[in-house]
């Protein structure tokens, strides 16, 4: 079973949709962030969380402690944010290691 | 430096040599992390330093595989004797000490033939 659990695994959306992308996590965290990887391999950090929501321009990330649950949303999709979206966590309880979800694929079609 | 440097950016070698994989982290950042990524997969955690202490390398998968960083700065991710199933793509992040946000390399692209 996997610690970071992500979906759904591919998606496909219509300009303009409003996107959201969720991460579920059974270790107690210290912190969750997103990423984004680019086609070409490179990868950036979105959001580090530890309560509540932050947003950033088209971007909004949440997490709910209780719930061991993170969502990412984009809102106005555009074809470059053609990304996979990945959920990372990481872990007091396991030497402040990070685990990560296999990735959300996301297609964004004009 | 501007941002996290990886070297080389490809390395291609054959099954049973070494190869050392070179980290150069954003300038003074205290955390520096590896993680391999497959072709496909997200990234998975290989082990992590803050200053030149390795805090945690419970992942990485074998003895065959260690890193170091003497000086509390650039990082070495050394595979001795390379299998086929380390060709992956090997990443590197550094960040401020504790739960901040991790800026990544490039990778490197290791093929083992």
């Known amino acids: 079973k996997n610690e970071v659990e992500q979906s759904p695994q591919n998606l496909t959306a219509q300009e303009g949709e409003f996107i959201t992308i969720n991460c579920s996590y059974s270790?107690?965290?210290?912190?969750l962030h997103w990423l984004q990887q680019h086609p070409g391999g490179g990868i950036v950090s979105l959001f580090m969380?530890?309560?509540g929501k932050k947003k950033h321009g088209r971007l909004i990330a949440t997490i709910n402690i209780q719930e061991k649950h993170s969502s990412l949303h984009i809102t106005a999709s555009h074809p470059r944010d053609s990304a996979v979206y990945i959920c990372?966590?990481?872990?007091?309880?396991?030497?402040?290691?990070?685990?990560f979800g296999t990735g959300t694929s996301l297609t964004v079609i004009p | 430096g501007a941002g996290v440097s990886q070297s080389p950016r490809y390395k291609v070698t054959k099954r049973g040599q070494d190869v050392a994989l070179r980290c150069d982290p954003i300038?003074?950042?205290?955390?520096l992390y590896w993680y391999r990524q497959a072709l496909g997969q997200g990234p998975e955690f290989l082990t992590y330093?803050?200053?030149?202490?390795?805090?945690?390398k419970s992942g990485l998968p074998n003895d065959r595989f260690s890193a170091e960083r003497p000086e509390g700065s650039i990082s070495t991710l050394t595979i001795q004797r390379t299998e086929q199933r380390d060709s992956a793509m090997y990443r590197c992040?550094?960040?401020?000490?504790?739960?901040?946000?991790?800026?990544f390399g490039p990778g490197t692209r290791l093929t083992v033939l």
């Open positions: 992040a550094s960040s401020a000490l504790g739960p901040t946000e991790q800026f």
């Open positions: 270790v107690g965290i210290s912190a």
């Open positions: 969380l530890s309560s």
């Open positions: 990372a966590v990481r872990s007091p309880n396991t030497g402040n290691q990070f685990y």
């Open positions: 300038s003074g950042h205290v955390s």
């Open positions: 330093f803050n200053y030149e202490a390795q805090q945690d």
